[in-house]
């Protein structure tokens, strides 16, 4: 692979990682410095993913094209999501929830846009792999993936609407009425619900992929043991020790889930760019 796209294939495959690291270690900055830093990435990513293989889009066949939009929504969301970098952590209280009300509202509203290019993306490349002879593992995917995207949204609007309400409306001493605790173990369940059914069904397409040959063994098993481990995290109770507790909370904020995805995304777009 000419150097220009292996610089562009790993600038892509690193850049969900190091923007989890950052989203969970940097506080917040002002919007006038993460904003333009935000759109020179936008550019990069653009630059990158064109050199990895969108520019063979008008040259391949039916197929090759479907499947490279499919791959395109689905990295697409990193995309959205790099913005989230500056914004550091939601806050951790109600008044600093509600002091932040604008940020957090544009955090989620972005995450409920990713959860439906995700959708799409899928959806796209369900089609294609059916096409391609492959219908068991593609459709197990995708019916997970209809249970969990509507809870996902739901989620997210949660976050982005129902908590911000209600944080603004408790005042500066932080009380809570009596229905907010049950409300909110209600929605911790939903999380734990979608999330472990978006890695599940994340390994499901990667098993499909390997099947028609669109990603290799390797690749595919180390998909199913993220997944499955990303899966079992998910669900387990809060009343687990440590290291396991802070491993089942980062597995479930909500972009982690997405970046499996988006690399199938651009192994797909290398896969488009190596065909002859």
Not at 52 to 66: E, I, K, M, W
Not at 79 to 95: N, V
Not at 124 to 151: C, D, F, H, I, W
Request: glycine share 8%.
């Amino acid at each position: 692979m000419p150097v220009s796209r292996s610089l562009s294939y790993y600038y892509l495959v690193l850049l969900p990682f190091v923007g989890a690291l950052l989203g969970f270690t940097v506080a917040p900055v002002r919007s006038t410095v993460y904003v333009p830093l935000w759109g020179l990435n936008v550019l990069l990513m653009a630059g990158a993913a064109w050199s990895l293989g969108v520019h063979r889009f008008g040259r391949g066949t039916d197929l090759q094209r479907a499947t490279g939009v499919a791959a395109v929504l689905l990295a697409a969301p990193w995309l959205l999501l790099s913005l989230l970098f500056g914004m550091g952590p939601p806050p951790s209280t109600a008044a600093g929830y509600a002091a932040a009300a604008v940020e957090q509202q544009l955090r989620y509203a972005l995450l409920i846009v990713s959860g439906l290019l995700l959708l799409g993306g899928f959806a796209l490349l369900r089609e294609q792999l059916k096409a391609s002879k492959e219908n068991l593992y593609s459709l197990l995917g995708q019916t997970m993936l209809s249970v969990a995207l509507p809870l996902f949204i739901l989620n997210m609007l949660y976050w982005h609407s129902y908590l911000v309400e209600a944080f603004q409306g408790f005042g500066p001493t932080d009380s809570r009425p009596a229905w907010y605790g049950p409300l909110r173990s209600l929605f911790r369940a939903i999380s734990a619900v979608e999330v472990a059914l978006l890695y599940l069904a994340t390994v499901a397409f990667a098993i499909s992929l390997r099947v028609v040959g669109w990603l290799s063994p390797a690749s595919s098993w180390l998909y199913g043991f993220f997944g499955l481990l990303g899966t079992v995290l998910a669900v387990l109770p809060a009343s687990m020790p440590e290291p396991i507790v802070t491993a089942s909370f980062v597995v479930s904020v909500p972009a982690i889930p997405l970046i499996m995805p988006y690399l199938i995304g651009i192994q797909l777009l290398r896969h488009l760019g190596n065909d002859k």
